[in-house]
């Protein structure tokens, strides 16, 4: 596994970089574009017409009816036979969701946190699955597609939701159709295609905090056979949480992002989309705020400091001095920053060779580079100063052929999947204050994989669905370990690795993954399903190993599920989609202790420490009481239980599955104000979330729980007004001002403290448009 003989010279240079990446501010260049390519189109027909092409010049959808490409082609949302949730850009619009991060608020079941790195690197929950590293060594257990291109990585995850035309929740494991496999589920995001007319629009927002948000698209057709879309959005707030040392501001909003979207098709039955995406954010980040504190090595030499922290992140602002009057406020030592720049080119293209059968390929490539500057401790003691340092590059391509008849429906294909680059924390502790501690890898991650799948209706009621994929993943890299001058990387015989101070594994595994479902349609508007799946989550190797007796792989994580479904058009408008499913769980990746087969003492990492099961179910509901009315609301219960969990050597089997709240409800009433048509388009929406208590650590820990919360956020719009292409909007989000948690990092069993980030406060906020 390991080799004190290190050929790793020639990477030296690439471990060795700054603290936080340079600067190429090119707000000018950004605004222009932003005006002369305005912004995410609404959708002015029926909120559910949701258009789904994935390449081509996009034609106008023949119905109201939702269509989906949660199996690699265009279908029914209520034909389709898994539980999916479906958002259309128009309805991510009047929700006040402009980015991954705040998708939970129209999602049953699904919980969107920053991680310890910042808003920019969004850690995902369903159906009680969720991130534990973001590290390039651990995959995710939800994947992100965009325009059918995988994003592996949480660095710079959040990019702007702008010029969307739908974003898919999938729940449950995947891994048949989609390029990489997952545990837990998968989202896909689809932007809006060119078309083959001239039009565009372009909005912008003030609000609460200085926000200052402009944001455009604009559509040109190049002749019968081509057509260009740019899009782009500028946006500007400032935080909302003040440092009371320094006075900066935390959970700001500074970010640039545009997209190039082509579309051609040279001859007939061969079209081709290329799209082009930049984002480019520097925050000032996410701050994690102490709120707890045990006596430790680490904290009892500051522990009045820590202790004066936590009473004023704790107080309440009626019963104590002046100093203590704004909860959002806090006190840090280190200065913190988030930088993201993130591009990407996804690449599809297809061709009709007629009889029903098409081949399809698409291409991706994505760079990731974050610089993230964050006081672990939240305190205005000096413990931690901490940069973690992203460098990624990702290619991908998946070709398919597609075979579409009366009866038979048929999809096989062959993906390719690579990822190269490195993840560094660089650290200095209290402890030792001079000296520089370099902890990291630099990797390279690569999977194959075959796959096949097929639906057979042996009537217009009854079909069945079956898929398979089979998948090698390899995994290789260099563990960076590195403290002052010296080499921090231990063989197991004592000897210390010699500079670059690399240490050299590698690993490969091999899994199938299928899936099977029964579908029967009571009646036309009735569909009720039964659906097994087995699917898998990599394995891979340690990232921050300092002795080979730690440097222990880990295998693939994997699960086996049933789900049991129903979809049903309610008579008159509306519908009920509901599930429920029960999932094994064997393999379960855990951040913990164990001991090491190598040296037999106790070291920390990733392990397959657990089994456990998850069931649970989720419901939506629209309904149209009225042509003015339109109510919907979900639901999403978990129950996740380990039967068995060791912790070196220890059986914590009833410690609670940290992030997963047991229940999640979403809910939003619009009302469509009786107007003759010449004014415009008026309405007005409502919508409430609630999320319940959570566990803040995969073991048991001091001050281990968050507290549920609830958040009211209210919008009203006039669309077209008086005719014209002008639309106005008002919005309130956190109506009453909750003071709520949505993430902890819980140290205490080591280091002795507790942080939390902190939710944003109430904001409001105006919108004016044009859409020509």
């Known amino acids: 596994m390991g080799s004190k003989t290190n050929n790793g010279n020639h990477r030296e240079k690439e471990i060795i970089m700054p603290v936080a990446l340079r600067s190429r501010r090119r707000l000018l260049a950004c605004t222009a574009m932003a005006v002369a390519a305005a912004i995410a189109p609404h959708d002015l027909r029926a909120q559910d017409a949701v258009q789904t092409q994935p390449s081509g010049i996009a034609e106008e959808p ?5 269509v989906v490409t949660a199996r690699r082609r265009e279908e029914k949302l209520q034909d389709v036979p898994m539980s999916v949730s479906v958002q259309s850009g128009e ?30 690197t969004p850690n995902f929950v369903l159906r009680g699955q969720r991130t534990i590293d973001i590290s390039i060594v651990l995959d995710p257990v939800i994947v992100t597609y965009y325009n059918d291109m995988p994003y592996m990585r949480a660095q710079g995850l959040n990019a702007a939701l702008f010029d969307i035309q739908n974003v898919q929740v999938l729940r449950g494991p995947q891994g048949t159709l989609f390029g990489r496999n997952s545990t837990g589920g998968a989202v896909l995001v689809t932007t809006r295609p060119a078309v083959d007319r001239f039009e565009g629009n372009v909005a912008l927002t003030l609000g609460s905090y200085d926000q200052r948000k402009l944001e455009g698209a604009i559509n040109i057709p190049l002749g019968s056979r081509a057509a260009i879309r740019l899009a782009g959005v500028v946006n500007r707030r400032d935080g909302y949480v003040r440092n009371r040392l320094n006075g900066e501001r935390y959970y700001d909003v500074h970010y640039d992002a545009q997209r190039l979207t082509f579309n051609w098709e040279p001859v007939d039955r061969l079209e081709n989309t290329l799209y082009v995406n930049r984002y480019d954010a520097r925050e000032h980040g996410a701050f994690a705020q102490i709120f707890g504190v045990l006596p430790t090595p680490t904290t009892l030499p500051v522990s009045d400091i820590l202790q004066t922290n936590v009473e004023a992140n704790l107080a309440h602002p009626l019963t104590v001095a002046s100093d203590y009057v704004e909860p959002l406020r806090i006190r840090s030592d280190l200065p913190v920053r988030e930088i993201t720049r993130t591009y990407d080119i996804n690449n599809t293209t297809t061709l009709d060779l007629g ?7 698409i291409f991706g490539f994505r760079h990731v580079k974050t610089s993230s500057v964050f006081d672990l401790d939240g305190s205005s003691a000096y413990i931690f100063r901490h940069v973690g340092l992203t460098d990624i590059d990702q290619y991908s391509d998946e070709f398919q052929v597609i075979g579409t008849g009366t009866k038979f429906d048929w999809i096989v294909g062959l993906f390719y999947f690579q990822e190269k ?5 660089n650290q200095v502790q209290a402890t030792s204050p001079t000296i520089f501690r370099q902890s990291g890898i630099i990797a ?3 999977s194959y994989s075959a796959f096949a799948s097929a639906t057979y209706r042996f009537s217009e009621a009854l079909s069945l669905s079956a898929g398979a994929r089979f998948t090698r993943d390899e995994r290789e890299n260099d563990g960076v370990q590195r403290v002052g001058d010296e080499c921090g990387f231990r063989y197991a015989d004592g000897t210390v690795a010699t500079p670059p101070c690399l240490f050299h594994q590698k690993v490969s595994f091999e899994e199938p993954s299928w899936s099977v479902s029964l579908n029967y349609k009571v009646q036309p508007d009735l569909l009720v399903y039964a659906a097994h799946r087995h699917g898998y989550r990599s394995g891979g190797l340690q990232s921050r190993a300092t002795t080979e007796a730690a440097a222990v792989p880990f295998r693939p994580e994997k699960v086996n599920d049933i789900e049991l479904g129903v979809k049903y058009d309610l008579p008159g408008g509306g519908r009920v989609n509901a599930d429920i499913y029960h999932a094994w769980y064997s393999n379960v990746q855990r951040q913990i202790a164990f001991y090491s087969p190598v040296s037999s003492t106790l070291v920390s990492g990733i392990l397959n420490a657990a089994t456990s099961k998850i069931s649970g179910g989720e419901i939506e509901v629209l309904l149209k009481p009225a ?3 339109d109510l919907s609301g979900s639901a999403a219960y978990v129950h996740a239980r380990y039967t068995k ?4 050597g220890v059986d914590i089997s009833d410690t609670p599955y940290a992030f ?5 409800l979403n809910g939003e009433a619009t009302i469509h104000v009786p107007v003759a048509d010449h004014i415009g388009d008026i309405s007005a929406a409502a919508s409430v979330r609630y999320q319940s208590k959570v566990y803040n650590s995969d073991t048991p820990q001091a001050f281990g729980w968050l507290p549920g919360f609830t958040l009211v956020d209210l919008r009203a719009d006039w669309r077209g007004i008086m005719g014209t292409g002008f639309e106005a909007g008002v919005f309130v989000t956190n109506l009453f001002d909750e003071r709520y948690y949505p993430f902890a990092n819980n140290f205490t069993g080591s280091t002795g403290f507790v942080t939390r980030s902190i939710g944003a406060p109430r904001m409001a906020g105006v919108k004016l448009g044009y859409e020509f």
Request: overall charge positive; glycine content about 14%; aromatic content about 4%.
């Open 355 to 361: 009889g029903g059968i098409s081949l399809k390929n």
């Open 91 to 120: 309805s991510l619009v009047r929700a006040n969701v402009d980015g991954l991060a705040s998708l939970g608020k129209v999602t049953p079941g699904l919980t969107v946190t920053p991680s310890s790195r910042g808003g920019n």
């Open 660 to 664: 997963v709240p047991k229940w999640t």
């Open 645 to 648: 969990f060791l912790n070196g």
């Open 627 to 629: 042509t003015w009315l």
């Open 444 to 446: 390279k991650n690569t």
């Open 62 to 66: 023949a119905s109201d009816a939702i």
């Open 421 to 425: 680059g490195s993840d560094i924390s």
